[in-house]
């Protein structure tokens, strides 16, 4: 390690980081702007100067940019030297003439990394005294407010959204002192990571025009560790309280999972916790007064659980705590997987695959850092959007080293990086059903049904390994494919293999592990993700219970069988023939959920559940990562509890006792790994209910929290005790430790000076590295070979169209297609209308223009959409837009028929 002298004092830094990034890492306080850690340096801002010295002799120095400059052996440097600090003052004086006097108002203030860094130089008073430069704002849709008057021009946003997402309409216009950050023209930002904007950009130009419509200050939010709930990837987020609603959501940094960014649908789609569709008492069905007290619920609780036939459903969107505590309740004979037979039998099959150890699943850092990438059959920015992103990164970053290797240049370059690779990028090859926003940067692409998806899977197994059998009746064009992409896979070190479900394809599972293992030796280390279809659905899976059509088979069998229903909407993750099926064989209905839908509906007896935003729990990602997330506020409503509590309530209501005593979270999952060895490890996720640092816990409410006494003044004057949590090691108050709490349980970022999301660099153990103490979260699925794997050799027949029937597959839309997201209005006013998508050769076939209307008939029912023509979409497949509000899931992977609806 390179000894660097700051100010005369040696200090040992990481090689090939620029004097920023060293200086920040041992805990200087040097400002900057235009420098981001998941992006490098460009040096637009000049505010991060300080002065270079030749040897220990020279006093007279230099003034140079620490962010672009390198650290060598034997160094010297000042922070503090006159120069430097006076060269810092009149840069932010500079970028402060035009910016406006509005920080009382701003949506930034006392959140905001310009304030602090002005404080940070010491600049304090204003001295220009002439007519500012105006913008006028621009309409940027629904999730982000612009304010471009704010704006001091350190490019962050472009660089962002531009270079780093691949959004292309937001750019920079004009020059000079009139350089312009926005689109062409108004209108909806088109990325599904525009939400990052508002913590990427250092002032109050971009914002949470979402926070902006229940706005309250940063500083007097109550917030706590979260997990993403709208896909299987598990984001860690923050949540923010203010009032008993949430306000918004953040990201929390995790350097293995999301970095620095989430994606619009995890960081806009927290209104369903506010929703006015939420289930707020218990009900009984079929008596006058179907809202019910807890003397009520109980008697009536007792009497239907008596019944000796009772099974549980469980929920992939539920936390494993409660899918336990269901277990406990109805046995473990009992409890049956909530999802459809296909899905339930596809993510057996892929838990046993990464069980067998021969492969490691891939993070998405791990992701970011592969040399070569093949999806092989999902459309993962639909159904994992934050992968999609690292996958950009992976194929960026591949040209940049390459580029970087050849012309000696620093990877932390940004600009100069960039002007050599030019459109270069690294080998991605995307095998899907329809076309991606990923085909911008593929290399190669392909587009087919789901059985010639798994049949191109398989050719490049055996190309890479030609003991397996080869697939014949390929086309000179698609074998060429195929040759070129196992080449690509064989010449990278750290090949990624993605793959998923929602074709609904056995083969393609089987395919892309059989390119995996295939891969991977002891030189080549190669990795495999499979996207899953919920937050929890690995979870679920991992607890080997039957399918749910087991159930209504048992249902058949034994007549006047009670059913519980945990947090699961069937009518959504089955079809509704099941789900009719299913309750028309039931006793008496116990749903406990959060939020009304049609299995609601069928309940005799319903119970409020507590959503992410009032309950502890685990999840574990499609990586088999267990990850907590902690109750950001206690809802004032005494019937919302936790599943797993009211569970437990009901366990003991069913067996006639009452310990009276409390239930802790800690307790199922002691219980949980003694009952289910395949969890354990779940204990160690986070530190017990108990733990403390010193005797405090972990404040959730910043010490400038300041409203507590003013949001009751008008019902009490004098302050009422602080809510007390049991469960967990974090507190209600402002009140306790004041330093750096373990990753797993870090509420907030903040740091003294540093106000604003940047102050997450004093968490990590250096910029854009691991957090304190490693990231939050435990791999339940190590990677260990514990079992000999075998390859797949049954190659499926390819696809042959049918006469007038389609196969039937889900077209999924990044903010349209989630169950609980689709409560936020501003996300729904993004998401598409359904519509079904066909070849151009049905299309003709049915005399259809795009727009006009079929009919597609499944199972007996019938649903009329709009037609959207894709030129990509092999003959015979329809898609169907997956999500659908109030009409269920559809039959996925079967065949349909369509009929063209005739214009009246």
């Given at each position: ?571 959504h993750s089955t079809n509704a023939p099941i789900a009719d099926e299913l309750f028309k064989l039931s006793g008496k209905v116990i749903v406990i959920d959060h939020l009304h839908n049609r299995t609601t509906e069928k309940a005799d007896i319903l119970i409020p559940a507590a959503t992410f935003a009032e309950a502890d729990g685990t999840l574990i990602n499609y990586e088999g990562r267990a990850q907590r997330f902690y109750q950001v506020f206690m809802p004032d409503n005494p019937f919302i509890k936790e599943s797993w509590r009211w569970l437990s309530e009901m366990l003991l209501i069913k067996n006639g006792t009452s310990n009276g005593k409390h239930i802790y979270l800690d307790r199922f999952e002691e219980q949980l790994e003694a009952a289910l060895p395949q969890f354990k490890g779940l204990t160690k996720v986070a530190p017990s209910h108990n733990f403390t640092i010193h005797g405090e816990r972990i404040p959730r409410q910043p010490h400038r929290y300041s409203g507590r006494t003013a949001m009751r003044a008008n019902i009490q004057v004098s302050e009422p005790k602080p809510l007390q949590d049991n469960d967990s090691p974090l507190s209600f108050t402002m009140e306790g430790l004041k330093g750096y709490p373990p990753s797993p349980l870090i509420p907030f970022f903040w740091s ?153």
């Amino acid at each position: 390690m390179p000894t660097i002298y700051i100010d005369k004092v040696p200090y040992n830094v990481k090689a090939g980081k620029t004097l920023l990034e060293a200086c920040l890492t041992l805990g200087f306080n040097l400002p900057y702007f235009c420098w981001h850690p998941a992006m490098g340096s460009v040096g637009a801002c000049r505010q991060c100067a300080v002065k270079v010295f030749k040897d220990s002799s020279d006093t007279q120095g230099r003034l140079i940019m620490s962010c672009m400059e390198e650290v060598k052996e034997g160094q010297y440097l000042s922070i503090s030297d006159p120069t430097a600090e006076a060269f810092r003052e009149q840069v932010i004086e500079w970028l402060m003439t035009n910016h406006p006097h509005d920080c009382p108002v701003c949506d930034e203030g006392g959140s905001c990394h310009l304030q602090d860094m002005t404080v940070m130089t010491g600049h304090d008073y204003r001295r220009y005294e002439f007519k500012k430069r105006t913008y006028r704002n621009q309409y940027l849709g629904p999730l982000i407010h612009h304010e471009m008057n704010r704006c001091i021009q350190c490019y962050r946003c472009v660089r962002y959204y531009h270079d780093y997402a691949g959004g292309n309409d937001l750019n920079v216009f004009s020059a000079h002192n009139h350089v312009y950050f926005g689109r062409e023209k108004d209108g909806v930002l088109e990325s599904p990571f525009s939400g990052n904007l508002a913590e990427v950009c250092p002032t109050g130009v971009f914002t949470d025009k979402t926070l902006k419509e229940h706005y309250t200050r940063k500083w007097d939010l109550t917030m706590s560790p979260s997990i993403c709930h709208h896909c299987s990837v598990g984001c860690n987020t923050i949540a923010g309280e203010r009032y008993g609603e949430v306000r918004c959501v953040v990201n929390r940094y995790n350097g293995e999972v999301n970095g620095y960014f989430l994606c619009d649908r995890g960081r806009f789609g927290y209104e369903f916790v506010n929703s006015e569709n939420r289930v707020q008492r218990p009900l009984i069905r079929h008596q006058r007064n179907e809202a019910v007290s807890d003397a009520e619920l109980s008697i009536q609780l007792r009497t239907t659980l008596s019944n000796t036939n009772i099974i549980g459903i469980g929920s992939p969107r539920a936390s494993l705590e409660s899918n336990f505590a269901l277990r406990q309740l109805v046995g473990s004979d009992n409890f049956y997987q909530g999802v459809s037979e296909d899905e339930a039998y596809l993510n057996r099959k892929v838990l046993q695959l990464l069980n067998f150890g021969e492969v490691q699943t891939a993070s998405l850092k791990e992701i970011e850092s592969a040399d070569a990438v093949l999806i092989l059959g999902e459309d993962i920015w639909n159904t994992a959007p934050m992968m999609a992103l690292a996958v950009r990164q992976a194929v960026k970053k591949t040209a940049a080293l390459q580029v970087s290797q050849k012309g000696h240049l620093p990877l932390w370059n940004d600009a100069a990086i960039k002007e050599q690779v030019q459109e270069s990028n690294g080998f991605l090859a995307n095998i899907t059903i329809a076309g991606s926003p990923l085909d911008e940067i593929t290399t190669e692409t392909c587009y087919a049904a789901p059985d010639d998806i798994a049949r191109l899977g398989f050719a490049i197994a055996h190309e890479l390994n030609d003991s397996l059998p080869s697939v014949s009746n390929l086309s000179e064009e698609l074998t060429q494919k195929v040759a070129s992409i196992a080449h690509a896979l064989r010449q990278a070190q750290h090949p990624v293999i993605i793959s998923g479900i929602t074709c609904f394809n056995e083969g393609i599972v089987k395919a892309a592990f059989d390119i995996a293992a295939t891969l991977n030796s002891p030189e080549r280390k190669a990795k495999l993700a499979y996207i899953m279809q919920e937050c929890n659905s690995v979870g679920l899976t991992m607890m080997q219970a039957p399918f749910l059509q087991e159930a209504i088979s048992r249902l058949k069998r034994q007549e006047e069988t009670t059913v519980v229903i945990l947090e699961n909407d069937l009518y959504h993750s089955t079809n509704a023939p099941i789900a009719d099926e299913l309750f028309k064989l039931s006793g008496k209905v116990i749903v406990i959920d959060h939020l009304h839908n049609r299995t609601t509906e069928k309940a005799d007896i319903l119970i409020p559940a507590a959503t992410f935003a009032e309950a502890d729990g685990t999840l574990i990602n499609y990586e088999g990562r267990a990850q907590r997330f902690y109750q950001v506020f206690m809802p004032d409503n005494p019937f919302i509890k936790e599943s797993w509590r009211w569970l437990s309530e009901m366990l003991l209501i069913k067996n006639g006792t009452s310990n009276g005593k409390h239930i802790y979270l800690d307790r199922f999952e002691e219980q949980l790994e003694a009952a289910l060895p395949q969890f354990k490890g779940l204990t160690k996720v986070a530190p017990s209910h108990n733990f403390t640092i010193h005797g405090e816990r972990i404040p959730r409410q910043p010490h400038r929290y300041s409203g507590r006494t003013a949001m009751r003044a008008n019902i009490q004057v004098s302050e009422p005790k602080p809510l007390q949590d049991n469960d967990s090691p974090l507190s209600f108050t402002m009140e306790g430790l004041k330093g750096y709490p373990p990753s797993p349980l870090i509420p907030f970022f903040w740091s003294p000076g540093w106000n604003s999301v940047q102050s997450v660099l004093k968490y990590q153990e250096e910029p854009g590295g691991s957090l304190r103490g490693g990231d939050p979260g435990i791999r339940l699925l190590n990677g260990k070979k514990e079992q000999k794997s075998i390859l797949f050799k049954d190659i499926p027949e390819a696809f042959k169209a049918r006469s007038e029937k389609w196969l039937l597959l889900p077209q999924y839309h990044v903010l349209g297609s989630g169950e609980l997201s689709s409560y936020t209005k501003a996300l729904a006013s993004l998401s598409p209308e359904p519509f079904v998508s066909i070849s151009v050769h049905d299309a003709e076939q049915l005399s259809i223009k795009e727009g006009g209307w079929i009919k597609l008939l499944t199972e007996g029912n019938e649903y009329s959409f709009p037609v959207k023509i894709n030129n990509h979409l092999s003959n015979g497949l329809v898609l169907v837009s997956a999500g659908l509000k109030d009409r269920g899931a559809l039959s996925w992977g079967n065949w349909s028929k369509i009929e063209k609806v005739e214009e009246k």
